[in-house]
């Protein structure tokens, strides 16, 4: 949380008074992983389509009070925090997009090749690299408008090695991206942590 903080507000330079937009919801064994074949997969057609709640949480950036709170009650509660990628303005109305992507990299031989490679997809953008426990995060040092992250999707779903097209479609369709910030056993046990700072 403290690091999501500071990008926004020292690297990206946007006000305290912007609001955060995060997601409490419920994690468990995935779709993709109780569906192995693509049998299973056809079979299960309807429940692929579907999306967790979403009802937004709007925090101001630069209440750190009220996130920490948000983050131990959703723990206590067994739940995951989800930061989306809209942020708003201090009249709630959309700002731009956080450069966030969920990544489940196939193939890559080191994580430094893995960075390269992410920096290449997000067209040069710096940014972090972070461990979330089974696969990575990546946190872009750059506001997108909502055409430049329409693209910024699409471009990661492109190489078909980087990322879960399942990820991608539930981005579009929910309008955002979302990482998890929260440790929620046993699905989720870690906390994702910063691995390498990227360009």
Known sequence: MDALRALVM??????????????????????????????QRIESLPESLLHGPSEPILVKVGDSESAAKLCRTAGECGL??????????????????????????????????????????????????????????????????????????ARFLMPCTMVSPRYIGHSLSRGSCCLRLNAVPPHKPSVPEVVAALG
């Open 80 to 153: 995951a925090l989800s930061v989306t990628s809209r942020i708003r303005d201090e009249d709630m109305g959309f700002f731009g997009h956080l450069a966030l992507m969920n990544l489940h990299p196939e193939g890559f031989l080191s994580q430094e090749e893995l960075g390269r490679a992410v920096l290449q997809v997000a067209g040069g953008i710096p940014g972090y690299l972070l461990n979330s426990g089974r696969f990575f995060h990546y946190y872009g040092r750059r506001l997108l408008s909502r055409a430049e992250w329409t693209d910024f999707a």
């Open 10 to 39: 020292d690297e990206l330079g946007l006000p305290a008074e912007f609001f955060f937009e995060f997601a409490v919801h419920e994690v468990g064994v995935n779709w993709r992983q109780r569906n192995v074949t693509a049998r």
